[in-house]
């Protein structure tokens, strides 16, 4: 049975300050026609900006209920036409999860996030305790119950996010890249929620630039390119394409097994370090998560630090940064201190969530904003390496997610500071711009500057870092060169390690064993 169909689908979002009232082009659909069976795991992939994120908007009412622009077509929600349907009657059959989970927050701590939806329904209240019960369980949630929201870090706000739209228990799954800022372990959680939908026989749609974790579990793939279905497939039709086109297709790979082949970096740097020590911070009316006795790492080169969700790296970030009042601790590059308002002006951060730094009308105002003196030409080239020199017009609060964050990462380039740090770069990007992200990470170290890059992206790491920080409960954990293949490997072990290596490495009989222990329990 259909439960949506799209019949002829255009959509543009409104110029934002194009020259001569043009459309905007970033995330428009053309002429979509599709539909999609009850029951079903579809996979919507495709370049950043190729209209993924305005698809699944279609499919959960906000177009055209909430998102203003020139829609031309119908889409059917089992049966009837959503322009004749409200956004509540839809929410009844489409739990959603956002690019950004901060949109989609009402509440100020965590389980009455979680309650939310059932209690917007009408809910008893005892449904609505048994539901949050079981979807903490399920997604492993039960540590972030009755926390702050504002406390939590960017992949349990994601996670949070999962859980709120699995507690109304709709028919109908719509998620936008939903595995963007979370863990390995938390990403291996959810695939088991996603197994457990697919076998209580939800239909499940979820656009995604990561590939592996899904393997096995999607029957179809959506793959478009510039507003268009280019591609309509079966799982074991997309699974059977050679690994060139879909890299050829901008596509990130199935599983990671091939990465271990990358070769490392080469040795950057004059020998000099950044050294960190005694460094501590606790929020207010927080414990304290982060207490740093001493942490090195090279000066001119790039250093990854990771960590699981929580683990303290983004708060490590802004501390360095300088951005936090209530951080202690003593920071050198070489033979130089720098105190906290010293480091505001050395540092340059691109944010885990890039709405915060986007404050100009156009993206070129965006990139001349953070230079010391304006430089318009030098700016162009910086958009133009970044393939946003078309969009030098818009309006940066336009633009997709993925592109959103390649403006901040131009931005840290026009800046010149000595040292940049990078949260999250890759997230919500495409094989082809997580690859020139690292580029611009390479070009950043190769210029004797310092990158520092918080990340959950294994390939990112390989393609540019050549160090590594590991932090685990808002201590170093431990630290290491990736030069060599004995670093590599050991990076990679991180990344598939244990529970998490059954599910990512691609194995289906351990994903089923896995999955088989979850559903019986």
Same mark, same amino acid.
């Given at each position: ?58 499919? &959960? ?23 004749? !349907? ?36 009408? !809910? ?348 685990? &409960? ?22 598939? &390690? ?24």
């Amino acid at each position: 049975m259909e439960v949506i169909e799209c019949r002829d689908v255009s959509f543009s979002y409104p110029a934002n300050g194009l020259p001569n009232g043009e459309k905007q082009d970033s995330g428009a659909l053309k002429h979509i026609s599709c539909t999609i069976e009850d029951g079903t795991f579809v996979l919507l992939c495709g370049a950043s900006g190729c209209g993924k994120t305005t698809m699944t908007r279609l499919f &959960n009412g906000l177009i055209p209920h909430y998102h203003e622009g020139v829609y031309d077509g119908s889409v059917f929600l089992d049966g009837k036409d959503t322009r004749e !349907m409200t956004l509540f009657d839809i929410s009844l059959k489409v739990g959603s999860v956002f690019q950004n989970p901060r949109s989609q927050f009402f509440n100020v701590d965590t389980t009455s996030e979680l309650a939310f939806g059932p209690e917007n329904h009408g !809910m008893a209240e005892d449904i609505v305790r048994e539901r949050v019960s079981h979807v903490a369980a399920q997604l492993k949630l039960e540590p972030l119950l009755d926390r702050s929201i504002f406390s939590l870090s960017g992949g349990e706000k994601q996670k949070i996010a999962c859980g709120s739209a699995a507690a109304v228990d709709p028919d109908i799954y719509v998620l936008d890249e939903p595995s963007s800022n979370l863990d390995t372990y938390a990403i291996a959680d959810f695939r088991l929620l996603l197994s457990a939908l697919k076998a209580q026989g939800k239909t499940v749609i979820i656009s995604e630039h990561r590939l592996y974790y899904l393997s096995g579990l999607f029957d179809r793939v959506l793959y478009l390119k510039d507003g268009k279905i280019e591609g309509d497939y079966t799982a074991e039709e997309f699974c059977g394409l050679p690994a060139g086109q879909r890299e050829t297709m901008g596509l990130r790979p199935l599983d990671l097994a091939g990465l271990s082949e990358l070769e490392g970096q080469p040795q950057r740097g004059n020998g000099d370090v950044w050294t960190i020590t005694d460094f501590s911070f606790a929020y207010k009316h927080e414990p304290e998560t982060l207490h740093i006795e001493k942490a090195i790492f090279p000066s001119g080169g790039a250093t990854a630090i990771i960590g699981h969700n929580g683990a303290g790296k983004s708060t490590f970030a802004r501390c360095l940064c300088g951005l936090e009042k209530r951080c202690r601790g003593m920071v050198r590059d070489g033979s130089r201190t720098y105190s906290r308002k010293e480091r505001l002006k050395l540092c340059y951060m691109v944010m885990q969530d890039v709405n915060h730094q986007l404050f100009t009308e156009s993206v070129l105002d965006e990139i001349l904003l953070s230079m010391k003196n304006e430089d318009k030409q030098r700016a162009r080239e910086i958009l133009d390496g970044m393939d946003l020199l078309p969009y030098e017009d818009c309006h940066p609060m336009g633009l997709s997610g993925g592109q959103k964050q390649r403006v901040a990462v131009a931005s840290a380039i026009a800046s010149d500071r000595p040292l940049i740090l990078f949260d999250e770069p890759t997230s919500g990007l495409d094989l082809f711009h997580m690859r020139q992200v690292a580029g611009v990470v390479n070009q950043v170290a190769d210029a004797g500057k310092t990158a520092l890059v918080v990340t959950h992206d294994p390939e990112f790491i390989l393609r540019c870092c050549n160090y590594v920080l590991h932090l685990e &409960n808002g201590q170093i954990q431990e630290s290491y060169s990736i030069e060599d293949s004995e670093g590599r490997k050991h990076l990679l072990n991180f990344f598939l &390690n244990d529970t998490a290596q059954a599910a990512l490495s691609g194995d289906c009989t351990a994903i089923h064993l896995v999955e088989k222990e979850v559903s019986t329990k």
